[in-house]
Nanobody
Framework: QVQLVESGGGLVQAGGSLSLSCVVS????????VGWFRQAPGLEREFVAA????????YYADSVKGRFTISRDNAKKMVYLQVNSLKLEDTAVYYC?????????????????WGQGTQVTVSS
């Protein structure tokens, strides 16, 4: 059984940074990519970033491009999301998810397994 566990969230002032981590366990040999999504209160879950296990393909949402960096460590089966220059609107629960699909990584429905999420709260 595949499991994903996020960590690294917290309370940070606007302009600050956090390092989010996602550890993947279980049978993941058929997985292709890992994505990060976020969900703010009252809003739909939205795509943030995605990376293939090979590292050859990376996507970012326009709203985080230049501020967030996704990376992975295959040996540790971990995917990281470095979030810098945080804004109030970045406040959300951040989720990582795993997909076996080779396309459509900006879409929630492309992902098969999700973590429980980690809260990021940005204060003024």
């Amino acid at each position: 059984q595949v499991q994903l566990v996020e960590s690294g969230g917290g309370l940070v002032q606007a302009g600050g940074s956090l390092s989010l981590s996602c550890v993947v366990s279980g049978r993941t040999f058929s997985s292709v990519a890992v994505g990060w999504f976020r969900q703010a209160p009252g809003l739909e879950r939205e795509f943030v970033a995605a990376i293939t296990w090979s590292g050859s393909t990376i996507y970012y949402a326009d709203s985080v491009k230049g501020r967030f960096t996704i990376s992975r460590d295959n040996a540790k089966k971990m995917v990281y999301l470095q979030v810098n220059s945080l804004k109030l609107e970045d406040t959300a629960v951040y989720y990582c998810a795993l997909t076996e699909r080779i396309a459509g990584w900006r879409l929630m429905r492309s992902y098969d397994t999700w973590g429980q999420g980690t809260q990021v709260t940005v204060s003024s």
